[in-house]
């Protein structure tokens, strides 16, 4: 498994790939109706959240890429691409491919823009004290990654869910965090894995949940070519993982 950064929560974890084939998609490919916030059981249920709750930073030491690394290895980015027309047989000097080198490394830059960010600039000014402690679900956050791989695309769909522990994030700032490591060379289990644990290294909420559905381009366009399989990957943290009516609810309704 290509999971490079050990992930640094205070939960125990687990990661489930449930499947790479069909059979994955029918439980997952229903169309579901954006952002909803929803009540979860009473709090009193719930276990109370994990003591050692040493807030651990790995998300500030996201590696970067600036603007400025960008400018000066387009010239580069762009002869190797050049290489991989000849190397495919293309006559780089053709009317139509004249530009592709420049056009495919400055494509390639933004698909991998997540190097640019860090976690910490999106949630500064974002994380509120709030005595909210239902469950928060925001799904159907569009997700488009690069496969680390074949360097090609992965696109799909990200589910969030947690359980506030006096703190909360502004909404639009879970696909913040979603873009910042999906615009990255990815394998789809790191990807989930990495959601789940900045969003309990931000919050320390009670629990964390963060399904994601998608399709691999890789696996479409060639091999077994099948048209609609979806890979379905999972993270459970805390109350998640250790509670299975907090986990059951959580997959019904990212499911309705
Ligand atoms: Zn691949």
Redesign the pocket.
């Known amino acids: 498994m290509e999971h490079s950064k050990p992930p640094a929560a205070q939960f125990p974890k687990a990661d489930k790939k449930e499947s790479g084939s069909g059979d994955a998609s029918s439980a997952f490919n229903g169309h579901f109706a954006g952002p909803v916030k929803r009540t979860g059981a009473p709090a009193a249920d719930r276990p109370a959240p994990s003591a050692s709750a040493s807030v651990m930073e790995s998300w500030k030491e996201e590696r970067t890429r600036s603007v400025e690394d960008n400018e000066m290895s387009l010239p580069s980015l762009a002869a190797a691409y050049t290489t991989i027309l000849r190397g495919l047989g293309e006559d780089p000097q053709r009317q139509g491919l004249l530009k592709t080198p420049w056009r495919a490394a400055t494509a390639m830059q933004f698909f991998t823009k997540g190097y640019q960010e860090k976690i910490i600039d999106v949630l500064n000014d974002a994380i509120f004290d709030e005595d909210h402690d239902e469950m928060v679900i925001v799904k159907d956050i569009d997700m488009f990654s690069m ?6 695309p ?1 696109f799909g769909r990200v589910h969030i869910g947690y359980l506030p522990n006096k703190r909360v994030l502004g909404l639009s700032k879970l696909a913040r965090i979603v873009e910042i490591y999906s615009r990255r060379l990815q394998v789809q289990e790191r990807l989930t894995k990495q959601i789940a644990v900045a969003i309990t290294e931000a919050l320390q909420p009670t629990g964390v949940g963060v399904v994601i559905e998608a399709t ?4 479409v366009m060639r091999g077994v070519q099948k048209m609609n399989s979806k890979t379905v990957t999972s993270t459970m943290l805390g109350v998640f993982r250790e509670d299975p009516k907090t986990r059951d609810e959580f997959l019904t309704l990212i499911r309705s």
């Open positions: 496969c680390e791989h074949h360097l090609v992965i691999h381009m890789c696996m």
